[in-house]
């Protein structure tokens, strides 16, 4: 066999195989992190001056409540930042994580005094697909809902082609923690 031969028939095999692998191993995805919880509460109220940071573990009564309202896989622990400008109580930052379609989203809500929607951020976004989620056209679809004015995944909060799940989750995920905004405020009034 000629050498020539053998080079010219080997090096298309070497290159087709090749060319086929990034198809069968897709890259991996990072998640892409668009600001820290503290960067989010100071986008949401730049009018404060201080904030007071916790974490609430939701106890079993509490989730099942809030499944109630909106079942969607949630972790069961919830950051808050509440903003302050002197004594007076602006609003509250929730951190909290849904899941997409199979991997966590980590968002930021913040509700007024008033308990209004004043900013929903996406703070970090792990799945393949869906990253429309966090342009600022679908995210204002939330400011200004209150818990007392119901709204829907689909009717009132529009759907994204390829982040349906993320959409919907998301949307729940909102609900349920101005239910549980609406249970902490009920419960600090006692």
């Known amino acids: 066999m000629n050498t020539t031969t053998k080079a010219w028939t080997t090096t298309p095999l070497v290159a087709l195989v ?14 892409a992190a668009s600001m820290s919880p503290e960067q989010a509460a100071h986008a949401a109220f730049p009018e404060a001056d201080r904030f007071d940071a916790r974490s609430l ?25 509440e903003a302050w400008a002197g004594s007076r109580l602006l ?20 509700l007024g005094a008033d308990g209004s929607v ?8 792990r799945e393949t697909h869906g990253f429309e989620v966090r342009t600022p056209s679908w995210r204002r679809q939330f400011s200004g809902r209150r818990v007392d ?3 829907r995944f689909g ?7 390829g982040a349906t ?3 919907a989750h998301l949307t729940a995920g909102v609900q349920r923690l101005m239910a549980l905004h609406t249970q902490l405020a009920k419960t600090s009034a006692r």
Not at 62 to 76: I, M, N, S, T
Not at 118 to 125: A, K
Request: glycine residues 6%.
């Open 18 to 31: 090749s060319a086929g692998l990034p198809a069968l191993y897709p890259p991996s995805v990072q998640a």
């Open 57 to 81: 573990r939701l106890s079993s009564e509490q989730l099942h409540g809030l499944d109630a309202v909106a079942p969607v896989r949630q972790r069961g622990e919830v950051r808050l930042f």
């Open 165 to 167: 799940l993320s959409c």
């Open 155 to 161: 009717e009132d909060i529009k759907n994204i082609s």
């Open 118 to 125: 004043r900013s929903l951020e996406i703070l970090e976004y």
């Open 149 to 151: 004015t119901p709204f």
């Open 91 to 110: 609003g509250t930052l929730y951190i909290d994580d849904v899941i997409g379609k199979v991997e966590w989203v980590t968002y930021a809500l913040a």
